[in-house]
């Protein structure tokens, strides 16, 4: 056996865990982030700068992309006033009609403390979600505007869980339940919606998927991931566990400490809205920083 080039040279890093500080090479990122962009970084909150410093470590330009997506997420953030999205007075139109047909809960917690959150895209009746989220630029926005709700409501449950253990956490453990999914949701208004939603939110929320389990997968499932997964970038992808029986998904969260708090199978009638969640995050600490992390400031 001859070595070749690639293996003599020398190996990457890991990814830093969440909760380490930043390493040097990062905070060197960090730093030609707010050198470009500004010392505040347009507002950007902590936690993202955080997961945008490290999302784009394995990319060629990681110190280019870091402030490209930076910008991209402060303005997004500014023109849609996204830091005042959970105030019971922006609480979006139609919330209750969203909730109800795609239901997203938080259903427990592994040992590094990474919410479990199930999305039960199965069960979203496709014709009736399609007349009142798509069709219109209006109606995509609303439902835009719905998933950035969820997004923020998971973003800040991280923030007051890691001022709590004193240990930054900002990944997730997604369960996607595809129990009841039929060719009905094959219909290209459908798979578009669902193609936004992944171009759009993985990059303002980079770095904030730990693991993703796919339970109930019919048949037909293999036709929509093919018609999805290129828009899902390597990393995400290498996350993603395809566990048709929801009892061996069970088992394998179990070899990573996950503690349910409510079964599969009654997430619709027991696990709270994330539009209720939402009333008990108005007053939430701000990103938990590591001790003596070093954020480029100086």
Same mark, same amino acid.
Request: net charge positive; glycine share 6%; aromatic share 8%.
């Given at each position: 056996?001859?070595?070749?080039?690639a293996?003599?040279a020398?190996?990457?890093?890991?990814p830093?865990a969440?909760w380490?500080?930043?390493?040097?090479?990062e905070?060197?990122?960090?730093?030609h982030?707010?050198?470009t962009?500004g010392?505040d970084l347009?507002?950007l909150p902590?936690?993202?700068?955080?997961m945008m410093?490290?999302?784009y470590?394995?990319?060629?330009d990681?110190k280019?992309?870091?402030?490209?997506?930076?910008?991209?997420t402060a303005?997004?953030?500014?023109a849609?006033?996204?830091d005042?999205a959970?105030?019971?007075a922006?609480?979006?139109?139609q919330r209750s009609?969203f909730?109800?047909?795609?239901r %997203?809960?938080?259903?427990?917690e592994?040992?590094?403390?990474?919410?479990?959150?199930? =999305?039960s895209?199965?069960k /979203?009746?496709p @014709?009736e979600?399609?007349?009142?989220f798509?069709?219109?630029e209006?109606?995509e926005?609303?439902?835009l505007?719905?998933c950035?709700?969820n997004k923020?409501v998971l973003?800040?449950l991280n923030?007051?869980?890691s001022?709590?253990l004193k240990?930054?956490v900002?990944?997730?453990?997604v369960?996607l339940d595809?129990?009841?999914?039929?060719?009905?949701h094959?219909?290209s208004?459908?798979t578009n919606?669902?193609?936004?939603y992944?171009g759009?939110f993985?990059?303002l929320?980079?770095?904030s998927?730990?693991?993703l389990y796919?339970i109930?997968?019919?048949?037909?499932f293999?036709?929509v991931?093919?018609?999805?997964?290129?828009f899902v970038?390597?990393? %995400?992808?290498?996350?993603?566990?395809?566990i048709?029986?929801?009892?061996?998904?069970? =088992?394998d969260?179990?070899? /990573?400490?996950? @503690?349910?708090a409510?079964?599969?199978?009654q997430v619709?009638d027991k696990?709270?809205p994330l539009?209720v969640?939402?009333?008990?995050l108005?007053?939430?600490?701000p990103p938990?920083?590591?001790p003596g992390?070093?954020?480029?400031?100086?």
């Open positions: 056996w001859i070595p070749s080039a293996s003599m020398p190996a990457k890093p890991p830093s969440e380490d500080p930043l390493t040097p090479a905070v060197d990122i960090l730093r982030c707010r050198a962009i010392k347009n507002g902590d936690d993202l700068v955080t410093v490290r999302g470590m394995s990319e060629k990681p280019g992309e870091s402030v490209n997506h930076m910008k991209e303005e997004w953030r500014k849609g006033d996204v005042s959970l105030l019971p922006k609480v979006p139109p009609d909730e109800r047909m795609w %997203t809960a938080v259903i427990g592994d040992e590094a403390g990474h919410q479990v959150v199930m =999305e895209i199965g /979203i009746p @014709k979600f399609g007349t009142l798509t069709g219109s209006a109606k926005a609303l439902f505007q719905q950035t709700f923020e973003r800040k923030i007051k869980r001022a709590e240990r930054r900002y990944k997730m453990v369960v595809l129990s009841g999914l039929s060719s009905s094959l219909s208004n459908f919606l669902l193609k936004t992944i759009k993985s990059n929320y980079p770095e998927l730990y693991k796919v109930n997968a019919p048949w037909i293999s036709g991931w093919t018609m999805i997964s290129p970038h390597p990393v %995400t992808r290498a996350k993603v566990h395809i048709s029986n929801p009892k061996y998904a069970v =088992e969260l179990a070899k /990573i400490g996950v @503690k349910l409510i079964p599969f199978d619709y696990a709270k539009s969640v939402a009333a008990g108005q007053a939430v600490p938990y920083i590591p992390e070093d954020r480029a400031l100086k």
